[in-house]
């Protein structure tokens, strides 16, 4: 019990130096504090649920975590990848009874685990990740970037070059001089202004309380882009249009859930995978992933079941 606490906020390899332990030992007296933790959780029969992929490697080597957002945590990790079939293996362990049980279903875009989550469930209610749109967006501002620097020379050009990180970042994380820079690149850049502004406001879709005025809202955003020769926009509003309905189904009360949480999560799992980086045993990682979220074990626990 107290190598598995200590497991939860160090790494391995410092609990080993601390305790005077093998790697290995550590590894193990890990894995039985989290093999109590996740029994005594309990099955997991959620009614919300948030999917996306995480890289374990490199070279796009994915898998899948679900997670149940009512409790906030992360409840399977698996797959041998992103595909339809990955996402089947979930719903396939989880069992026809509770299956049914699940409402609504956070993801982003991908059409597999869209199509998975359909054929499973077909009365299910989907909501697209706000984040993840906006994160596209962020990728079409970026393009927007590249092509004014190759576009002009000199001077002009000047004004771009290394400040990609201030261009996408919030303002509010910006430093001064990182907010001084930003206000010297907008005034020199007018394309670089637009596109800058129209990302901001974006943001505004998901405040909107009934579809219609969502709707209204999109129609004038996209309107703005006329004339203004933003083409990676273009093609993002086009995608926003092909997956209207899981973005416009946000604005209904029932499928109000916290999509910061299931950036929370995923940020929470990827400052793990950090931590565990080396790690070569795969389900020792994913019991790392799913126990990192649940509370930690009492005294009392050391004389529960083996």
Not at 42 to 48: D, I, L, M, Y
Not at 247 to 269: D, F, R
Request: glycine share 6%.
């Amino acid at each position: 019990m107290h190598v598995g606490a200590l497991c939860r906020g160090m790494t391995n390899k410092d609990v080993a130096a601390l305790e005077h332990l093998h790697d290995s030992t550590v590894r193990t007296l890990d894995r039985i504090y989290m093999s109590k933790q996740v029994a005594r959780a309990g099955t997991p029969a959620p009614r919300v649920i948030g999917v996306d992929e995480i890289a374990i490697r490199k070279g796009h080597d994915y898998r899948i975590v679900v997670s149940d957002l009512d409790r906030g945590r992360p409840i399977w990790v698996g797959g041998r990848g992103r595909r339809e079939e990955d996402l089947d293996l979930f719903f396939q362990e989880l069992g026809p009874q509770k299956t049914r049980r699940i409402q609504l279903v956070a993801m982003d875009m991908w059409k597999p685990f869209f199509n998975s989550t359909k054929k499973n469930i077909p009365s299910v209610r989907i909501v697209f990740d706000k984040f993840h749109i906006m994160r596209h967006l962020s990728d079409a501002l970026d393009k927007v970037r590249r092509s004014e620097y190759h576009r002009l020379s000199g001077k002009d050009r000047s004004y771009i070059k290394g400040q990609r990180y201030t261009l996408l970042s919030h303002r509010e994380n910006l430093t001064m001089e990182g907010r001084q820079a930003l206000r010297k690149l907008l005034k020199a850049n007018k394309r670089l202004n637009v596109a800058y502004l129209l990302k901001e406001s974006f943001g505004q879709l998901w405040d909107y309380k009934t579809e219609g005025w969502a709707r209204r809202f999109f129609d004038r955003w996209r309107q703005a882009l006329k004339w203004q020769r933003l083409e990676p926009y273009e093609k993002f509003a086009a995608m926003i249009e092909r997956h209207w309905d899981g973005i416009a189904a946000y604005c209904h009360p029932e499928n109000k859930i916290s999509l910061g949480m299931v950036e929370g999560l995923n940020t929470k799992i990827r400052v793990l995978q950090r931590r565990a980086y080396g790690y070569r045993d795969e389900d020792y990682l994913k019991l790392k992933i799913i126990a990192a979220f649940l509370p930690p074990l009492g005294r009392e626990a050391a004389n529960g079941p083996r």
